[in-house]
């Protein structure tokens, strides 16, 4: 492990993360690149990292985006319209490329959804990320939103080549 980080952390108790632009209506998409950013931060400090890091991004989220889904069901339910920066079903995806982009990582983007032990279907992804030479490191994101749709809590792994025991 090359660095790891967590929210919430000591001091963060009572806050939400920052929003993201772009981004609108859950805690989902902040959560992650929060954790994303405090991870990549405590290994590299401001980033983005130099071209050819080969740095993959690895999310896992069995329940996903949640907030926004409860958002669209309600929307739709009172005859509403769905605004053009929502397209919740996305959002895993939209958000693990923007901490790419924002970061410069070059690696390849998963999203998994596990459907047994979050946390070792992730790390399975990653050991094979960079055991087939796709990636020389991974960052794993773990995220799951509370059942009420406030932030829940996220874990951020930097995993790297011969780092894991």
Same mark, same amino acid.
Do not use: K
């Given at each position: 492990?090359?660095?790891?980080?967590?929210?919430?952390?000591?001091?963060?108790?009572?806050?939400?993360?920052?929003?993201?632009?772009?981004?609108?209506?859950?805690?989902?998409?902040?959560?992650?690149?929060?954790?994303?950013?405090?991870?990549?931060?405590?290994?590299?400090?401001?980033?983005?990292?130099?071209? !050819?890091?080969?740095?993959? $991004? *690895?999310?896992? @989220?069995?329940? /996903? #985006?949640?907030?926004?889904?409860?958002?669209?069901? +309600?929307?739709?339910?009172?005859?509403?319209?769905?605004?053009?920066?929502?397209?919740?079903?996305?959002?895993p995806n939209s958000v693990a490329g923007h901490v790419a982009a924002r970061? !410069?990582?070059?690696?390849? $983007? *998963?999203?998994? @959804?596990?459907? /047994? #032990?979050?946390?070792?279907?992730?790390?399975?992804? +990653?050991?094979?990320?960079?055991?087939?030479?796709?990636?020389?490191?991974?960052?794993?994101?773990?995220?799951?939103?509370?059942?009420?749709?406030?932030?829940?809590?996220?874990?951020?792994?930097?995993?790297?080549?011969?780092?894991?025991?």
């Amino acid at each position: 492990m090359l660095a790891e980080a967590r929210w919430p952390e000591a001091g963060d108790e009572g806050s939400a993360p920052a929003g993201v632009p772009g981004f609108v209506h859950s805690p989902f998409h902040p959560l992650v690149a929060a954790v994303a950013q405090r991870c990549l931060a405590r290994r590299y400090g401001t980033g983005p990292l130099p071209p !050819g890091n080969r740095t993959a $991004v *690895v999310l896992v @989220s069995a329940g /996903g #985006d949640t907030a926004g889904a409860a958002h669209v069901r +309600a929307t739709v339910a009172a005859g509403g319209r769905i605004g053009p920066l929502f397209f919740f079903q996305s959002v895993p995806n939209s958000v693990a490329g923007h901490v790419a982009a924002r970061w !410069g990582l070059d690696g390849p $983007v *998963v999203c998994l @959804s596990p459907t /047994g #032990d979050a946390r070792a279907e992730g790390e399975a992804e +990653a050991d094979l990320l960079l055991y087939d030479g796709d990636a020389a490191q991974a960052l794993l994101i773990l995220i799951e939103l509370a059942p009420d749709g406030t932030p829940g809590e996220a874990t951020a792994v930097l995993l790297g080549e011969g780092t894991r025991q």
